[in-house]
C-alpha cells in the first residue's frame, strides 16, 4: 500500500500532519530505557539538544537500569547539562515547559527559570512558554538532538518518573528529591531518526519560537508537510543513535499527529482525534490502548460502533486504578465511567476489558500508576504520544503524537511484538509465553486471562458506583474542556442581559466591555506598565510610594486595585512575599486576596446575576443550584484549576447562587497553596537565586505541612458550621 493512500490510516492533512521515514525506530517502554537512551544520545551532541515538554525538572535522574551512570558525569539532569556544555562549549541546549497553573505548583521545582536558565552556563536556555489560550496547556514531550534524532511520547523529564519494568513496590529507587517515596510509573516514548525527527524538529522550534516572540514569530509549518519541504538541520557529526539500543523498525514512515486550539488568528489542528476514530473505525481483531485517562465520548461511540460491526473484535483498556485527587474524581474518573457506560450500552461489553497492572506486596492496592498514551490496533497501528483520551487532548492542549503503520510481515511482526512485551511487563510472565496464549485461545482477553490471578497481573478496575450529576458534569468541563475559554465570551455571557436583538444598547456595552479587557490585557503584555508586572520591579514602585506603617495598607490596596485592573494576583502575592517577612506576608496577601475576591463577587453578583439568568435560563438556575449544594468544594476546585483570570472568576461566581460565606470559605481553601508557596518565594527569593540554603528549605517543607492542616481544619469547621445551619432551618 503507498503511503498516504487513501485506503490506509495514516492520511497526510486529515489524520496526521505529514508521513516522514525514519531510518530506525524503537519503542523505549518506561522512563529507565528512555532516560538512558536520551543521556546516551545528548552524550553524542554537538550542537543543540531541544527540550520541549509540559514539565522539565533539574533533579530528574538521567539514568537507564545502571542508575549508576559510567560517563563520569553527574546523574540528575541539570548539573548533567552543566558539566555536558563545560565539555562541549559550542553545544547548545534550549529547554522549554509549559507555563503551568498554580494547581501544580506543589508538584514542580521551585522557580524552574533560576534552576535550569539564570545559574546555568550561557549554552543553555530556559523559557516558561504561556503562549496559549486560557485554560489550556502545552503538553507535547519532544526532544530532539543535533536535529538528527528525536524522541516523542508521554514522558516528561521530570521527577517521580523514573522507573524500571520491573516496577518494583520496594525498589529504594522510587523516591523523589525529599526522599518520598512514589508510586511505580509505567509509560512509553518512541525514538526516531532521519526525515522523522527533522520534522519532529522543525515543530520544537516553531514552539520555541512562539514561546520567544509569539504566534507571529514561529515558522509558518505547512498544513501537510512534506519533510523535503521544511527547512533541513545540517548533518550531524557524529551519529547520536544511542549505542547498543536495537531499533524496533528500519526504514519505516512514520506519521506525526498534532492537537493545537484555535488562538491568537491561528487556526485548530485536530489531527490526534482524527487519528482516534480513524484507528478505531479499521480495527479488525484487537484494540489495545494504555491511557491515563478515558473521557472522550467521541472515541467511546466509535469504539461501541465498531464492536458491532465487527463481531470478533476485542478491546483491552489500561489505566491507572484510582485517580487520586478530588477534582480528577469528580472530572476525570466520572468522565470514564460515562466513557465505559457507553461501552456497556452497547452491548459488546463481553468482548471489552478495563485493566490496570497490579504488583505483589502493595499495601495501597492502588497498582502502578499508568501515564503512558499508547494505542495498538491489531497488528496494523503503533501509536506513542503526549495525547490523553480526554477532550483537553482532542482539542485544548497542544499535543503530539507518533504512528507506524505496518506496510510489511517485519512491520506487522515488530508491532506484534511490542503489544506482547506491554502484556508481558503487566502479567508477569515472558512475551513468547502472551503470544503462545494468544495464538492457542484466539482471543488476546482469552490470553490474560489464562495467567494467574496472583503476583504480577492485570486487574480489573472497579469504578463504584460514585453519582455522576449536574455538579460532576460541570467539574468536568471545567477540568477537561474540548475548546478554548475566550475571555470576551466569558464576559458576554455574564453581563449579556437581554438578547442582543432586543437591545442595541446592551450590544454596544458588551462591545465595549470585550474591548476593555483586551485593552487591559495589552496593557500588562505589551505596554511600558508590562515591567510592573516583574515583582522586584513592583517591590521598587511600592516601596517608593511609602514605608513603614503604610506600606501593609498601600500593599492590601493593590490587591484591592489590582483586581479590578485584572493584574496578575500571582504576581502581587510574590511583591507581598518579597516586601515583608513569612508571617505579615502569608497575612497581607491573604487578606489582600480575600478582600479583592470579595469586591469582585459584589460587582458580580449586582450586576451579572439577573443578566445571567434572563441569558441562560433554566440551565443556569439548576447549575448555580448545584453549585450552592457544595458551594464550598466548588469554588475550591475553581481557585485550584487553571480556568480564567483571578478577577474573572470573582465575577462569575458572584453571578452564580453561591452564598458569600461558601464563596469566601471556598477561596481561602483553594487559594491557600498559592498564596503559601509564592508569599514564601518572595521571601526567600534573593536566597534561592544565589544558592538555597537548608534552613530555607526547611521553612518551604513546614509551610507545606501547615498548609495542609489548615485546608483539613477549614473543611471541616465549614461542613459543621454548614451541619449546624441546616439543622437550625429544620428546627
Known amino acids: 500500500m503507498a503511503l498516504g493512500e487513501s485506503g490506509g490510516i495514516l492520511r497526510p492533512g486529515e489524520t496526521v500532519w505529514t508521513i516522514a521515514r525514519a531510518g530506525r525506530a524503537a519503542a523505549l517502554v518506561d522512563a529507565a530505557a528512555t532516560f538512558g537512551a536520551m543521556r546516551a544520545a545528548m552524550l553524542n551532541a554537538r550542537s543543540r539538544i531541544l527540550v520541549v515538554g509540559w514539565d522539565i525538572d533539574s533533579r530528574t535522574p538521567l539514568v537507564g537500569e545502571e542508575w ?22 559550542r553545544l547548545k541546549v534550549d529547554l522549554l515547559l509549559w ?23 550561557r549554552q543553555i536556555r530556559a523559557r516558561l512558554d504561556d503562549v496559549l489560550p486560557i485554560g489550556a496547556s502545552h503538553h507535547q514531550k519532544i526532544v530532539v538532538v543535533d536535529g538528527a534524532l528525536a524522541f516523542c511520547g508521554g514522558l516528561d523529564l521530570a521527577i517521580r518518573r523514573w522507573d524500571t519494568r520491573a516496577h518494583a513496590i ?21 525514538i526516531v531518526d532521519g526525515e522523522a525527527a527533522h520534522a519532529l524538529a522543525a515543530l520544537a522550534e ?85 491511557n491515563q485517562f478515558l473521557t ?42 460515562r466513557f465505559m457506560a457507553i461501552l456497556e450500552a452497547s ?33 496494523r497501528l503503533l501509536r506513542i504520544g503526549s495525547s490523553n483520551l480526554n477532550n483537553r487532548s482532542m482539542g485544548l492542549d497542544s499535543e503530539c503524537d507518533l504512528a507506524i503503520e505496518a506496510h510489511s510481515e517485519a512491520e506487522r511482526a515488530a508491532i506484534a511484538r511490542i503489544r506482547d512485551g506491554l502484556l508481558a511487563e503487566h502479567a508477569g510472565v515472558s512475551p513468547d509465553e502472551i503470544a503462545d496464549a494468544t495464538a492457542r485461545d484466539g482471543s488476546l482477553l482469552a490470553a490474560i486471562e489464562s495467567f494467574p490471578a496472583r503476583g504480577r497481573r492485570l486487574a480489573p478496575i472497579d469504578l463504584g458506583t460514585a453519582e455522576d450529576g449536574e455538579l460532576a458534569r460541570r467539574i468536568g468541563e471545567i477540568a ?9 465570551a466569558f464576559g458576554a455571557e455574564m453581563f449579556a442581559g437581554q438578547p442582543a436583538q432586543r437591545s442595541l444598547l446592551r450590544t454596544g456595552q458588551l462591545v465595549l466591555l470585550a474591548l476593555a479587557i483586551v485593552a487591559i490585557v495589552a496593557l500588562w503584555r505589551f505596554s511600558p506598565a508590562s515591567t510592573l508586572t516583574d515583582p522586584a520591579e513592583l517591590v521598587e514602585w511600592l516601596e517608593a510610594l511609602g514605608t513603614g506603617p503604610f506600606a501593609p495598607l498601600l500593599v492590601v490596596l493593590a490587591f484591592v486595585v489590582g483586581g479590578l485592573l485584572v493584574f496578575p494576583v500571582t504576581v502581587l502575592i510574590t511583591v507581598t512575599g518579597m516586601m515583608f517577612a513569612p508571617v505579615p506576608a502569608i497575612a497581607l496577601a491573604t487578606t489582600g486576596v480575600m478582600l479583592s475576591a470579595a469586591m469582585m463577587y459584589v460587582i458580580g453578583r449586582a450586576v451579572g446575576r439577573g443578566a445571567l439568568e434572563r441569558r441562560m435560563g433554566r440551565r443556569t438556575r439548576a447549575v448555580s443550584k448545584a453549585l450552592a449544594d457544595s458551594g464550598v468544594i466548588a469554588v475550591a476546585a475553581l ?21 458569600l460565606f461558601d464563596y469566601l470559605a471556598g477561596t481561602l481553601i483553594g487559594m491557600a497553596p498559592g498564596l503559601v508557596m509564592l508569599t514564601l518565594l518572595g521571601t526567600r527569593l534573593a536566597e534561592v537565586l544565589a544558592s538555597p540554603d537548608p534552613w530555607a528549605l526547611a521553612l518551604l517543607g513546614l509551610a507545606f505541612v501547615a498548609w495542609l492542616a489548615l485546608s483539613v481544619g477549614l473543611q471541616v469547621l465549614v461542613y459543621r458550621i454548614k451541619r449546624k445551619r441546616r439543622a437550625a432551618k429544620g428546627g
Request: glycine share 6%; charged share 25%; net charge negative.
Open 68 to 89: 549508576e551512570p559510567a560517563d563520569g558525569l553527574p546523574r540528575e539532569l541539570g548539573p548533567f547539562l552543566r558539566a555536558l556544555v563545560e565539555r562541549r562549549p
Open 99 to 121: 507555563d503551568y497553573a498554580l494547581l501544580y505548583g506543589l508538584e514542580r521545582e521551585l522557580l524552574p527559570e533560576v534552576k535550569l536558565d539564570w545559574s546555568m552556563p
Open 170 to 190: 520496594d525498589d529504594t529507587r522510587l523516591r523523589d528529591p525529599d526522599g518520598a517515596p512514589y508510586r511505580p510509573f509505567h509509560d512509553a516514548q518512541m
Open 206 to 290: 516553531a514552539r520555541w519560537r512562539q514561546a520567544e516572540g509569539g504566534y507571529a514569530a514561529a515558522p509558518k509549518l505547512p498544513k501537510a508537510a512534506a519533510p523535503s519541504r521544511l527547512r533541513r538541520a545540517p548533518p550531524a557529526s557524529v551519529d547520536p543513535w544511542p549505542e547498543g539500543l536495537v531499533p524496533d523498525f528500519r526504514d519505516v514512515a512514520v506519521g506525526i499527529a498534532r492537537t493545537r486550539p484555535d488562538f491568537a488568528g491561528a487556526p485548530a489542528i485536530r489531527e490526534v482525534e482524527a487519528l482516534y476514530l480513524a484507528s478505531v473505525a479499521a480495527a479488525e481483531r484487537t484494540i489495545y490502548v494504555e
Open 296 to 337: 472522550r465520548e467521541s472515541v467511546a461511540r466509535a469504539i461501541a460502533t465498531r464492536l458491532a460491526e465487527v463481531p470478533t473484535l476485542e478491546v483491552v483498556l489500561v489505566g491507572p486504578n484510582v485517580h487520586q485527587s478530588w477534582h480528577e474524581e469528580h472530572s476525570m474518573n466520572a468522565g470514564r465511567r
Open 347 to 379: 452491548g459488546c461489553a463481553g468482548r471489552v476489558r478495563l485493566l490496570y497492572p497490579a504488583v505483589p506486596d502493595d499495601p495501597t492496592g492502588e497498582g502502578v500508576m499508568v501515564h503512558a498514551k499508547l494505542m495498538i490496533v491489531d497488528d
Open 480 to 488: 477537561d474542556p474540548e475548546t478554548p475559554i475566550a475571555t470576551p
Open 639 to 659: 481557585r485550584m484549576l487553571p480556568v480564567a483570570p483571578f478577577s474573572v472568576v470573582n465575577l462569575v461566581v458572584g453571578a452564580s447562587r453561591i452564598g
